[in-house]
């Protein structure tokens, strides 16, 4: 064998052994980083969006209709025990150090409103607690028309009140409690029920049912107005 063919086997088996030397990686193992440019979200699990067209309320946590579904907001106390004043907060994942989401981690927390109702008044008062909320003050109350009670929430900023939703009653051929809830200029935002159970029913007639709201409005409400309604509602709960 002469130098030259010594040459490539030798050259051959120093490549042979550096591609074995890099195993591939398992079908259920993390793919190996191509470049540092690489995402570390690519990494961790991917959350989808959180579905707000269709929320319930149960207890004292606010999530998405279908299951299954991570809470969206929390209020600070049930509806139904008379408490003074009541927060809404929205519920955030957590990041990791290295900035992707971090679905093991228990949601941030954050308070958007606080709402009480004055002793001896029907009036709801709903104040923002952080910049990204409503300024100044926000009123659920009632007032006579005719024969009946209609309820809207007013905002009150600078000397100006504006009205932000009305709640209408809706007919309904199955006698099921249905409010409208109508922007400014009386168009449609959200329908809101109650969320029924058959299985819980048939257990616990006794059993209150779930407030259930579906937002309908053919103009995307944005993350302050969303943030707007759901206190609305909670308020109009309590």
Partial sequence: MDRERIHRWQSGQESHHYERSTPEPLPHAHPRLQSQSTPYLHLTAQLPPPVLSDITLDGTLIYPTTPPATALYAISNNLNLDYSTISVSRLEPRRSSTGGLSPNLNPRDK????FTRPVMSETVEIIGQRR???PGILLLKSTRQLLKTVWALWHV???TESM????KPKRNPEKHEVLEWQDGCGTTVAIETLATDLDDVQRD?????RPRLQIVSATPLD????????????????
């Fill in 157 to 159: 900023y600078k000397n």
């Fill in 223 to 238: 993350d302050i107005m969303t943030d707007v309604l759901v206190t609305a509602c909670s308020g109009f709960r309590s």
């Fill in 205 to 209: 007639r006794s059993r209150a049912r």
């Fill in 164 to 167: 932000v939703f009305r709640v």
């Fill in 132 to 134: 990204s909320t409503l």
């Fill in 111 to 114: 308070i958007i409103y606080k």
